[in-house]
T-cell receptor, first 113, second 114 residues
Framework: GDSVTQTEGQVALSEEDFLTIHCNYS??????LFWYVQYPGEGPQFLFR?????EKGSSRGFEATYNKETTSFHLQKASVQESDSAVYYC????????????FGKGTSLTVIP | GGIITQTPKFLIGQEGQKLTLKCQQN?????MYWYRQDSGKGLRLIYY???????QKGDLSEGYDASREKKSSFSLTVTSAQKNEMAVFLC?????????????FGPGTRLTVL
């Protein structure tokens, strides 16, 4: 079945460091890929989406590129700030079928000032 | 824009108790979801519904019932609360039933069972 794998469970960085959170997916067909961010005490918020090969999604300085060859959608940011501390979820949405949205286990990012 | 409201925000129950969580959305979205979030385990799907009076089981449906009597509301019942259980229950909605639209989430209900 369809699935999403996030390699890092926790990431700790200093301010202005470069961020990469790895996301790989397994799906039949051509899914859309998403990144969500969750701050403490809140529900996850949609960050951005990409729906075709080589498409780049971006928002708030974060970006990821849909790579069908490597089945990846890695989240990157050039210079993290303390306010970026949150849990980040990669997700997959398949075009057919009702139960068609799958989340990774999440990556907790802590940015040390 | 729209909003998803979850009530209550905090829920404290006793072992064996039946507990009901409520979710309302004013997006006019077709599909609604209930997820359970445990520390370190991500989001696990309990139930979803693609329209009024429709219910579909997710991977974690055992021990839960759900109800969607109106398009705008989706309730979840914990049929028998487990001692020392602690989790966050998240409600979400999405337009249509296809996979390309994003989900919108509520703020969550935090359950503690004594």
């Amino acid at each position: 079945g369809d699935s999403v794998t996030q390699t890092e469970g926790q990431v700790a960085l200093s301010e202005e460091d470069f961020l990469t959170i790895h996301c790989n997916y397994s799906a039949s067909g051509y899914p859309a890929l998403f990144w969500y961010v969750q701050y403490p005490g809140e529900g996850p918020q949609f960050l951005f989406r990409a729906s075709r090969d080589k498409e780049k999604g971006s928002s708030r300085g974060f970006e990821a590129t849909y790579n069908k060859e490597t089945t990846s959608f890695h989240l990157q940011k050039a210079s993290v700030q303390e306010s970026d501390s949150a849990v980040y979820y990669c997700a997959l949405g398949a075009y057919t079928g009702y139960q068609n949205f799958y989340f990774g286990k999440g990556t907790s990012l802590t940015v040390i000032p | 824009g729209g909003i998803i409201t979850q009530t209550p925000k905090f829920l404290i129950g006793q072992e064996g108790q039946k507990l009901t969580l409520k979710c309302q959305q004013n997006f006019n979205h077709d599909t609604m979801y209930w997820y359970r979030q445990d520390s370190g385990k991500g989001l696990r799907l309990i139930y979803y519904s693609i329209t009024e009076n429709d219910l579909q089981k997710g991977d974690l449906s055992e021990g839960y019932d759900a109800s969607r009597e109106k398009k705008s509301s989706f309730s979840l019942t914990v049929t028998s609360a487990q001692k020392n259980e602690m989790a966050v229950f998240l409600c979400a909605s999405r337009p249509g039933t296809g996979g390309y639209a994003e989900q919108f989430f509520g703020p969550g209900t935090r359950l503690t069972v004594l």
